[in-house]
């Protein structure tokens, strides 16, 4: 059984979603949601799940060299990271340590709406403004780069000319807890690289 930890900046509905789905299976277990905001949803959501819930200040979160951070992971055993709702960027040192391990899932359809401040609400409003067609989810591994890693999964849903970005909100949310434990418990059993 691998060992996941899940970084969370807010709500936490995926973290909710994805310990439900995992700590009731046998392919992986939740030991830990890593969050860098004290008054965030998610710390309430850990407790109700009985999960360990650590909080972090960005300043060792986002270190170049995140060694308690790396110390906690590995005293934990954690095998893979997925990020739901994660607004920091991954340190290169976490990247290396967990290569294609870090899993994270965007609120679009990269490469479009995404990048630094684009998570959200935001994405919600530009996808409305730019009149788009069609929106959807991505998960994919993160890398160096803001939404830039490999990507493993897409799907989408269509954007009518009257919806507003609450709508879209949505119709994502939908998309994420139909879909994420779905393809990252997939991920982890294909054994990937």
Known sequence: MKNIAIFASGNGSNAETLTNHFNNGNTANVKLIVCNNKNALVLQ??????????????????????????????????????????????????????????????PALLPKYGGKGMYGMNIHKAVVEAKEKETGITIHL????????????????????????????????????????????????????
């Open 142 to 193: 993160i890398d160096e780069i803001y939404d830039n890693g490999e990507v493993i999964f897409q799907t989408s849903c269509s954007v009518e000319p009257d919806d507003t970005p609450e709508i879209v909100a949505k119709k994502i949310s939908l998309l994420e807890q139909t879909y994420f434990p779905k393809v990252v418990e997939e991920y982890i059993l294909s054994g990937n690289r």
């Open 45 to 106: 959501r850990a407790k109700n799940l009985n999960i360990e819930a650590l909080i972090m200040p960005k300043e060792h979160l986002c270190s170049e060299n995140p060694v308690e951070l790396l110390e906690i992971l590995e005293s934990r055993k954690i095998d893979y990271i997925i990020l739901a709702g994660y607004l920091l960027k991954i340190p290169l040192a976490l990247v290396n340590k967990y290569t294609h391990k870090i899993i994270n899932i965007h």
